[in-house]
Nanobody
Framework: QVQLVESGGGLVQAGGSLRLSCAAS????????MGWYRQAPGKQRELVAG???????NYGDSVKGRFTISRNDAKNTVTLQMNSLKPEDTAVYYC?????????WGQGTQVTVSS
């Protein structure tokens, strides 16, 4: 059974930092892309950051220069370091893992940035 377990969300003041982690288990096939998405109330889910198996990264325009994504293939984990957080970063953050055949999502973790 595939599981994506997220951790690290919470409440932080503007300008602060948080680190999100996601551990994947039960995935049989090789993991290709890993990433983080977020969804704020009343808005569509959007890409925050992604990282390919080769380590190539891409970021949403609103987080470039503030967030950093990394992965550990030996542990099947993906991490999102979020610095200089802004109130507009408030959302539920979802971990995403893709193989050749499937697309998996975590349950989501709340990030709230107070002004």
């Amino acid at each position: 059974q595939v599981q994506l377990v997220e951790s690290g969300g919470g409440l932080v003041q503007a300008g602060g930092s948080l680190r999100l982690s996601c551990a994947a288990s039960g995935i049989i096939f090789s993991i290709d892309a890993m990433g983080w998405y977020r969804q704020a109330p009343g808005k569509q889910r959007e890409l925050v950051a992604g990282i390919s198996r080769g380590g190539r990264t891409n970021y949403g325009d609103s987080v470039k220069g503030r967030f950093t994504i990394s992965r550990n293939d030996a542990k099947n984990t993906v991490t999102l370091q979020m610095n200089s957080l802004k109130p507009e970063d408030t959302a539920v953050y979802y971990c995403n893992v893709r193989t050749l055949y499937s697309d998996y999502w975590g349950q989501g973790t709340q990030v709230t940035v107070s002004s």
